[in-house]
């Protein structure tokens, strides 16, 4: 029987791979490279992190740091079958250090190799956070109600639920998405919106909650790079009616359940749903809150004397 040997080292080998050992063919082959250092780009306030060209919204921070990682390493383009860990190993406030291993096959041949690289995170006020900073905004929500003033409690659910749009339309990558500040005022609130998207998509939010309406008027504030620049003012109405105000309407007295482009609710006389469209109804004063059980027992005693 004749022995085989690698004519490059001399070794007795059974398995060739390009006529020579393994060990001779992949000595000289490189699986993996990656630079020793790298840079994150990440944003102090809010997290942001720069990547792929653009900013984008916060991540864990190992995340970032892993992706960084692997958009900069390169494997050898034969390489097949690869498994990459990487172990990030935070070092301080703003360095990392990654441990890379990896393991593949070229042309059937097993290789293997690790390294490490050091991510430096470079602390970048990311571009929402510096529009925010320097006071720019699109749009203002005015929120008011019809006849009324707003409660309390009416201006903090708007508020949240303007935050909740806000947080979607951003984990969508609008990164102009942002609420800029919010003024409190006697008759209602003032939101200045990053974008007048944002401030249409949160005038809807609310109306489909409360109902309501609301109506937009431009203003040009100037000019730039020749082009006219406006903001959006939205004038949001809250309806004058909310749940469980009890209204007299067409004559008849009814237990408001929403009220928005049609109130319906329920006639406490007949106790039958009741919906109009709000424009056609003739409503008369409002009876407050508080007089609900009176009405009800006024209604029940009419409705007993009648019998
Ligand atoms: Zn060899
Ligand atoms: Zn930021």
């Not at 050992?21 to 809010?46: D, I, W």
């Not at 009890?246 to 006389?269: F, M, N, P, W, Y």
Request: proline share 3%.
């Amino acid at each position: 029987m004749t022995s085989l040997f690698c004519p490059k080292c001399g070794k007795d080998t059974d398995i060739f791979y390009d006529n020579v050992c393994r060990q001779c063919f992949t000595g000289n082959k490189k699986l993996l490279e990656c630079p020793a250092v790298l840079y994150s780009r990440l944003c102090p306030a809010c997290g942001s992190v720069f990547k792929r060209g653009k900013w984008s919204l916060k991540e864990e921070e190992s995340e970032t740091i892993i992706d960084c990682v692997k958009n900069a390493l390169k494997l050898e383009k034969q390489a097949r079958n690869i498994e990459l860990t990487l172990s990030p190993k935070q070092l301080d406030y703003s360095r990392y250090n990654v441990h890379i291993d990896a393991k593949a096959e070229i042309n059937g041949a097993p290789i293997a190799a690790s390294q490490d690289a050091e991510v430096r995170i470079s602390w970048e006020t990311c571009d929402t956070c510096s529009r925010i900073s320097g006071g720019y905004f699109e749009g203002i929500v005015q929120i008011r109600a019809d006849s009324r003033i707003p409660t309390k409690d009416e201006l903090e659910r708007c508020r949240s639920i303007a935050d909740d749009v806000a947080a979607r339309a951003q984990e969508k990558g609008d990164r102009l998405a942002f609420i800029a500040k919010t003024e409190k005022l006697e008759e209602g609130a003032d939101l200045y919106v990053g974008s007048i998207k944002l401030g249409k998509q949160i005038c809807r939010a609310v109306i489909d909650v409360f109902g309501g309406k609301f109506s937009e008027s431009p203003k040009l504030v100037g000019q730039k790079n020749g082009e006219d620049l406006y903001r959006i003012t939205f004038a949001l109405r809250l309806p004058e009616f909310v749940r469980g105000d009890i209204i007299s309407a067409d004559d008849r007295v009814i237990e408001v359940q929403s009220c928005g482009k049609h109130v319906s609710g329920t006639d406490l006389e007949t106790g039958k749903r009741f919906i109009e469209n709000f424009n056609d109804l003739k409503v008369g004063d409002r009876i407050e809150a508080f007089k609900v059980e009176e009405v009800r027992r006024t209604l029940g005693d009419v409705a007993a004397e009648g019998k």
